[in-house]
């Protein structure tokens, strides 16, 4: 019994010193340029969003100390208020993923925690580090139709993290998932969908332009301005022009 109550001791310590490192570091200078960037103003994406001020290569020199926080703390650290925190949490969990000793299983509870969790992955920035590397990896040979109802979602994040997951389809080289999705959100009103479906876009094409191509000929006229732009950034110029003329 006393043996467990030090390990929980133990595991309490390294949490609440994982908090008290970021703290130190925090700049409220930077916290403020942070907040404008990430939109936390009423009304905006990221509204109510908290920040350290904390630039992410100083981050990530923290969260090298810390790769061995369990599962179950670092969903806890996903949960918190303050973006760094999460951030953090987003960090540890694609190690854990990436680790070459994770069995399958323990891959299969990351994905499954990161999908139950998708209310604290709640930024652009938090979403495009993690989704194509634990979603989408995941996936890779798996059944794919949650990515289907995330992009259905009613919420901003589920659908960004729904095209993002495709981008390691993408740098496969399968394409319809990617493709598929697009479609769905080609209506979408908000401009980070319209940026993220643009950018994978780019991506297909970067690969292949020919199906690119035949999939922005049926939908150049119609998809949204930003996106359009996005997806033939590569392009040149001339076949630039071609694709903005409407």
């Known amino acids: 019994m006393l043996h467990k109550l030090s390990d929980i001791l133990v595991v309490i310590k390294v949490f609440n010193k994982i908090k008290q490192e970021l703290q ?9 340029i942070l907040q404008r960037f990430f939109k936390t103003g009423k009304g905006e994406y990221g509204e109510g969003d908290i920040f350290l001020g904390i630039k992410v290569p100083v981050q ?29 949490a987003i960090f540890i969990l694609i190690s854990k993923f990436e680790n070459k000793k994770a069995t399958e299983e323990e891959k299969k509870e990351i994905f499954n925690l990161y999908l139950e969790n998708t209310k604290y992955i709640n930024n652009w920035d938090l979403i ?16 794919r139709s949650i990515l289907y109802q995330l992009a259905n979602s009613k919420d901003l ?35 980070l969908i319209h940026k993220s ?28 301005r930003t996106m359009l732009r996005y997806s033939i950034e590569k392009f040149s110029e001339e076949k630039r022009k071609y694709y903005l003329k409407k």
């Open 24 to 32: 130190s570091l925090a700049d409220s200078k930077q916290a403020e």
């Open 60 to 88: 990530r020199k923290v969260v090298k100390k810390y790769l061995e926080l369990s599962i179950s703390d670092t969903i806890k650290l996903l949960q918190s208020k303050i973006h760094e925190h999460r951030l953090t």
């Open 128 to 143: 495009d580090l993690s989704a194509p590397k634990i979603v989408g990896s995941y996936l890779l040979d798996k059944d």
């Open 157 to 191: 994040w589920e659908k960004r993290i729904s095209v993002l997951a495709t981008f390691m389809f993408i740098r496969n080289n399968d394409f319809k998932d990617a493709l598929k999705i697009s479609e769905i959100l080609l209506d979408d009103k908000h401009d």
């Open 197 to 224: 479906v643009g950018w994978m876009l780019r991506e297909i094409g970067k690969r292949n332009q020919s199906v690119e191509e035949k999939f922005l000929e049926k939908y150049h006229k119609t998809m949204p």
